[in-house]
């Protein structure tokens, strides 16, 4: 089966299995299951990369804090055997929608400090909307069985030569967003739009070395990945591209991170936060000290398909630096 036909049955699958559901809602359930088991393939193949055995890949715990700490290191987080994606589907009939929770929950305490900013609270809406699934438990569970049996076959090694997970991702986004209609322009951009804006500014920067893109109302990430593809055509590698992200709804933003981190873009190079463009500039502070770290960035490109119809009001912005000169 190739990428588009797994793509499409993957579609298809999940509108089937929508019920009560909107689309645009739906999305949040399957790409954040997508993301969570390229999280636990990613550690399963560094474990082996480390010539763990299949006897030490099923002891790995939380009770032993220096492997712990080893991977956390590597890869800014730790999943045990008990929590991987592929454990879950071992238990079969056993599998149960509170191992989904005990799961997400141990990954938001098992986060390296570095990388606190990059994965913090990346599965929340996933988490907080698991009730969602089914009136009980055993409906939820069905619900989540159901689904992780649905995306089990995606590839997530890279091995194909060509960006399977990462095609998938942006299809079933592309197609969560025709379906949503008009409320899609909140986490998508039309991909031919993308694609020409992508090239527009490759041109312009293709002689630097490195370069710095933003995005001030990023969705789901893809206009600024389609942006990083184009650039990289023009340069020897991908790691001096960095990945400026910022979107105000907390479930797109989660989209974003995911997004981003699912390309293998190394986590110095992303760099995101959840706000509000109109009302806090960024990338110029930190949020935990505005004041102190207030530092002008300079970049290559900005990029944005802004929500044009977000209420906003200027009232009390005549001081503010950036709109007084327009009245």
Not at 91 to 104: I, K, N, P, S
Not at 136 to 164: E, F, H, N, W
Not at 192 to 201: D, G, K
Request: proline share 3%; net charge negative.
């Amino acid at each position: 089966m190739n990428k588009q036909q797994l793509a499409t049955k993957i579609w298809e699958s999940a509108n089937q299995m929508r019920s009560k559901i909107e689309a645009n809602e739906y999305k949040d359930y399957i790409l954040g299951f997508i993301f969570y088991k390229y999280l636990s393939d990613k550690l399963e193949r560094f474990a082996v990369s480390q010539d763990y055995a299949e006897e030490d890949l099923q002891a790995l715990s939380e009770s032993d804090p220096e492997t712990v700490e080893f991977f956390k290191r590597n890869l800014g987080y730790f999943i045990s055997y008990d929590n991987l994606f592929a454990t879950w589907l071992e238990r079969g009939a056993d599998f149960q929608v509170a191992d989904v929770r005990d799961a997400l929950s141990a990954f938001s305490r098992l986060i390296h400090p570095d990388h606190k900013l990059l994965f913090d609270g990346i599965f929340k809406t996933l988490e907080t909307g698991l009730s969602k699934l089914g009136e009980t438990a055993a409906k939820q569970t069905k619900a989540v069985s159901d689904l992780i049996q649905l995306i089990k076959d995606i590839p997530m090694d890279g091995r194909q030569g060509y960006d399977v997970l990462g095609f998938i991702y942006e299809y079933l986004i592309s197609m969560f967003a025709a379906n949503a209609g008009k409320k899609a322009g909140e986490f998508y951009t039309p991909h031919e739009v993308s694609v020409l804006i992508s090239e527009i500014i490759a041109d312009h920067v293709k002689h630097k070395q490195r370069i710095d893109i933003y995005d001030s109302t990023s969705g789901s990430g893809s206009l600024l990945l389609n942006i990083g593809q184009s650039i990289a055509k023009h340069m020897s590698g991908t790691d001096n591209i960095k990945y400026f992200a910022q979107e105000l709804k907390e479930n797109t933003y989660n989209l974003t991170r995911m997004n981003l981190i699912m390309r293998d873009i190394g986590p110095s190079n992303i760099v995101t936060r959840n706000g509000d463009t109109l009302e806090d500039d960024w990338p110029f502070f930190q949020d935990n000290d505005p004041t102190n770290t207030y530092n002008p960035l300079y970049l290559d490109a900005v990029v944005s398909n802004p929500p044009y119809s977000q209420k906003w009001s200027p009232e009390h912005k005549e001081n503010d630096a950036r709109y007084s000169r327009f009245g």
